[in-house]
């Protein structure tokens, strides 16, 4: 359990200040961790889908351009990874112009931004064969096989972690068997008043210095034209990931213990993992792959059993 102060946070966001400057400096943390970025946005679920839907066609021209930056680098690649999908307010405007044979993966650290987000991708995705993987993990420990997803993509999801971005970039080219898209705000091309407040807000920096120094290859950086605040320009990053055993699986289950490869397989309503003997629960069709949502059950264990697993 969370030992922030999720009443307060309450207040503070019905009040209109930032939530997560109110946590960091009520618990005396000097960046956004985990914890503080689940609670902060998992207040807000609901108001992206919410607000997209007031500036819809915005919203579409948006998610149309970054398809445009995205499919030249899907090269026959046939699974897309969203990470910090929110509440697939961009990926499901975006899905309406990939391959109808492509699988999305999205997940993002709040259940609940995930659960009101189904609704809108049933709404606003018209690409219906498109197949949709949903999961709540956070990007320091993605639950995803190495080299599970073709190409993975963002927007402004990597923003707030400011502190972490080396482990989450590594965890990221992990996965990652073709190329990275990132739609992340760039410090480095920020005016000084941007910078002053992306550093206030403790926003990353320096993403292509972090890229190369794990070994990925910066193919380009550009400014995005429609970016949604001056102080916060969106760059779209376009990285290809160390090139070290890249080799694309080709399985159905891409689910592993977060931040591993080690396998996860289905029992009743939970993805156990045998190698760990922990089991990760699934709430309305969401699986929790979070380390700190495991459970501990070595009974399930087949060799515990001479008889297999004890009903
Ligand atoms: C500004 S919102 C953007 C959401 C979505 N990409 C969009 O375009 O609407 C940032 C999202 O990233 C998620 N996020 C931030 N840090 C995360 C982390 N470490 N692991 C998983 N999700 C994270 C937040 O929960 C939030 O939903």
């Not at 200040?17 to 956004?32: A, S, W």
């Not at 990874?81 to 999305?104: F, K, P």
């Not at 064969?129 to 599970?148: G, H, R, Y």
Request: charged letters at 20%; aromatic letters at 8%; hydrophobic letters at 40%.
């Amino acid at each position: 359990m969370s030992q922030l102060d999720v009443k307060g946070a309450m207040s503070a966001y019905a009040d209109g200040q930032n939530v997560m400057d109110y946590l960091r400096h009520k618990h005396g943390i000097d960046h956004n961790n985990s914890e503080i970025i689940e609670l902060s946005y998992d207040l807000q679920a609901g108001s992206y889908a919410k607000s997209t839907e007031l500036h819809i066609q915005e919203r579409m021209d948006y998610a149309k351009l970054m398809s445009e930056y995205i499919r030249p680098h899907l090269n026959g690649a046939t699974s897309l990874l969203d990470v910090g999908t929110g509440e697939l307010s961009t990926i499901s405007l975006l899905a309406n112009h990939l391959d109808e044979n492509t699988s999305v993966f999205a997940f993002d650290i709040s259940w609940s931004r995930l659960f009101k987000g189904q609704k809108f991708w049933n709404k606003w995705n018209k690409n219906k064969t498109l197949e949709l993987n949903l999961f709540v993990a956070d990007m320091k420990e993605i639950p995803l096989l190495d080299n599970s997803v073709d190409v993975v993509t963002s927007n402004h999801a990597i923003e707030p972690n400011g502190e972490c971005l080396k482990q989450i970039l590594s965890e990221i080219f992990r996965v990652c068997s073709q190329v990275c898209v990132l739609f992340e705000p760039s410090f480095e091309l920020n005016s000084a008043e941007g910078k002053a407040r992306m550093a206030k807000h403790g926003y990353i920096r320096n993403l292509q210095r972090e890229s190369e120094a794990l070994g990925g290859t910066v193919l380009s950086i550009e400014l995005f034209p429609l970016t949604h605040s001056k102080l916060n320009p969106t760059a779209c990053y376009v990285i290809a990931p160390p090139k070290h055993s890249k080799m694309s699986i080709n399985s159905r289950n891409h689910f592993s213990a977060p931040g591993t490869n080690l396998p996860l397989t289905p029992i009743d309503n939970f993805l156990y993992s045998e190698d760990m003997a922990v089991a990760f629960p699934i709430l309305k069709n969401i699986p929790l792959l979070r380390s700190e949502k495991a459970i501990l059950a070595t009974a399930l264990l087949a060799d515990r059993d001479p008889e297999g697993v004890s009903e």
